[in-house]
């Protein structure tokens, strides 16, 4: 059996209404009854199946009242059967825009009652149907969202973790180049700082000057490949040690290459290009002004910085005054002048980085 109807019926006439009541309960329905609308307005939810509501009404006509709950949120839509003894085309015209969805006449017979109210009712099940299924249908979505919204919180995490893991890696694997110098973790961290720096100065976008900064620590991962004789010699290399030395480039490049990761592509332009001079008197590959890789330029400047400023098993430390004579007289020959202007523009952040990192 289905489930009884909530039907609302207002009438300002207590006779009407209880013999509305009556039909109702013959129907197998339950009526709501109430004499006035602003008793109705309190009755009125979405648990209300249907309105009969009479037209000529004292206080507040019927026409007047469908439009008030036609404006109503949450029950703008329950059908409304308008009860009347009003045949003309006219009321009936005004009825439907005032939102009325048909009519019954006075005196009331149960079976135009039964028939009239049978379709709106099942129109207003259907509704209801649609209603509990989009409620479904959101909350579904929203929990599926609250859900989705965690997965990736997840994998963002775990990117996360993974990055720092290869970066801690990377890191480790540029220290172990240059292991038995007593200075390099330092001098990977301020070399790294001061392309940064330059990267930044230069206009580059946010997550590239982050990308510089975690690639350039792989400038001279090379070095691996270099025998110790050589690469710790405390005096100046031999011309055929010295074309030995410079094969750290390559190694490194090759180190690198061949990688899907882009921080590892960048590193393997810095490892190779890192050497090269704007007159074209650098190595590997003898390139000159900008067919060597901007990245490569940022790097010769922050590196020479770092290596004159640093002890080494040749050298002592240069002091910064005697580093930057030494830089200038690159201008336009060792250094892309343009980086270089900006090195030396900003050299008191260059010296903030310096002192952060005590060697």
């Known amino acids: 059996m289905d489930k009884p109807k909530r039907i609302l019926a207002i ?36 648990s209300v199946d249907l309105v009969l509501l009479d037209v000529m009404m004292p206080e507040t006509d019927g026409f007047t009242v469908a439009r008030h709950i036609r404006s109503m949120p949450g029950v703008s839509d329950v059908p409304i059967i308008m009860v009347t003894a009003l045949t003309s085309k006219q009321d009936r015209l005004k009825a439907v825009e005032a939102g009325a969805n048909d009519f019954i006449s006075k005196p009331i017979d149960l079976t135009e009652l039964r028939v009239r109210m049978g379709s709106l009712l099942k129109m207003k099940e259907s509704q209801d149907e649609v209603k509990r299924y989009q409620a479904e249908l959101e909350e579904m979505v929203a929990v599926r969202t609250s859900a989705l919204k965690m997965a990736l919180d997840n994998v963002q995490e775990s990117q996360r973790v993974i990055l720092s893991a290869h970066l801690e890696t990377i890191h480790r694997l540029a220290s172990a180049a240059e292991f038995k110098d007593e200075e390099t973790a330092d001098h990977i961290q301020r070399m790294s700082r001061y392309c940064a720096l330059l990267a930044s100065r230069l206009g580059l976008p946010d997550a590239e000057v982050d990308l510089i900064l975690q690639a350039s620590p792989m400038h001279d991962i090379g070095k691996i490949g270099i025998p ?53 008197s650098g190595y590997p ?75």
């Open 285 to 359: 590959k003898g390139l000159s002004g900008e067919d060597i890789p901007l990245y490569g330029r940022i790097c010769a400047v922050a590196d020479v910085f770092d290596a004159l400023t640093s002890r080494r098993p040749y050298k002592e430390a240069f002091s910064n005054e005697k580093s930057l004579e030494i830089m200038r007289a690159g201008h336009g020959s060792h250094f892309d002048p343009r980086i270089l202007d900006e090195f030396f523009a900003d050299f008191d952040r260059v010296q903030q980085i310096q002192k952060e990192v005590l060697a």
């Open 228 to 280: 110790d004789s050589i690469l710790l010699k405390p005096a100046k290399l031999t011309p055929d040690e010295w074309e030995i030395m410079k094969r750290h480039t390559i190694y490194g490049a090759r180190i690198l290459g061949d990688s899907s990761f882009e921080l590892l592509r960048v590193g393997e332009i810095i490892a190779m290009a890192h050497h090269e001079k704007w007159d074209g």
């Open 11 to 46: 009438d300002d006439e207590r006779i009407n209404l209880r013999v509305i009541g009556g039909l109702l309960r013959n129907l197998g329905h339950e009526p709501i009854l109430t004499e006035s609308f602003a008793e109705a307005r309190q009755l009125l939810d979405p």
